[in-house]
């Protein structure tokens, strides 16, 4: 059964950090896509960041150069740094994995940013 986890969502002040982590049970990390998505209310859930199993990463032109993702094979946990939070950076945020054609998705975690 394989299954994601996020945590790490709070409030927190506009220029303020937080990480998330995803924990990953029923494969392994570091040879899959994973991706970090978010869902603003009332909005379509839209790309944050990217990594592949060769470790390279890619992000959205609204979080480049304050995300950062990263893993932990060992720890099976998908990692994203934010800095420099902004109010529009609130949404929930999502884990996903691609795996042999199919997705799978985390519950989700808050992150509420405020001003």
């Known amino acids: 059964q394989v299954q994601l986890v996020e945590s790490g969502g709070s409030s927190v002040q506009a220029g303020g950090s937080l990480r998330l982590s995803c924990a990953v049970s029923?494969?392994?990390?570091?040879?899959?896509?994973m991706y970090w998505y978010r869902q603003a209310p009332g909005k379509e859930r839209e790309f944050a960041s990217g990594?592949?199993?060769?470790?390279?990463?890619r992000y959205a032109d609204s979080v480049k150069g304050r995300f950062t993702i990263s893993r932990d094979s060992a720890k099976a946990t998908l990692y994203l740094q934010m800095n420099s939070l902004k109010t529009e950076d609130t949404a929930v945020y999502y884990c996903?994995?691609?795996?042999?054609?199919?997705?799978?998705w985390g519950q989700g975690t808050q992150v509420t940013v405020s001003s």
């Open positions: 996903a994995a691609l795996c042999s054609g199919q997705s799978y």
């Open positions: 029923g494969f392994t990390v570091s040879s899959k896509h």
């Open positions: 990594i592949d199993g060769n470790g390279a990463t």
